[in-house]
Nanobody, 114 residues
Framework: QVQLVESGGGLVQPGGSLRLSCAASGSGFSFYRMGWYRQAPGKQRELVARITSGGITNYADSVKGRFIISRDNAKNTVSLQMNSLKPEDTAVYYC????????WGQGTLVTVSS
């Protein structure tokens, strides 16, 4: 079973950038499709971006053109570069397999505010 640890969140002003990282331990990471998800206060968790084992990406319309998902199979990591951040991007961000499994990490909080 893959264990996931997210990092890189913080407070950023609108228009700013952050880079989130997810470190995965356990076997099989390179074979899995992976995703970044987020949960804003009072809302359901949603898929933000996903990436196949070979690097094919897909994004939610709300972040398309602003976020970039990438992975390094040699290092068992998946990252999310977030640019042009908006207040509505404020949420706890999680990585997980795609489709998601019940195995969630602790997430990392991103707050976009002036």
């Amino acid at each position: 079973q893959v264990q996931l640890v997210e990092s890189g969140g913080g407070l950023v002003q609108p228009g700013g950038s952050l880079r989130l990282s997810c470190a995965a331990s356990g076997s099989g990471f390179s074979f899995y499709r992976m995703g970044w998800y987020r949960q804003a206060p009072g809302k359901q968790r949603e898929l933000v971006a996903r990436i196949t084992s070979g690097g094919i990406t897909n994004y939610a319309d709300s972040v398309k053109g602003r976020f970039i998902i990438s992975r390094d199979n040699a290092k068992n990591t998946v990252s999310l570069q977030m640019n042009s951040l908006k207040p509505e991007d404020t949420a706890v961000y999680y990585c997980n397999r795609f489709p998601a499994t019940p195995n969630w990490g602790q997430g990392t909080l991103v707050t976009v505010s002036s």
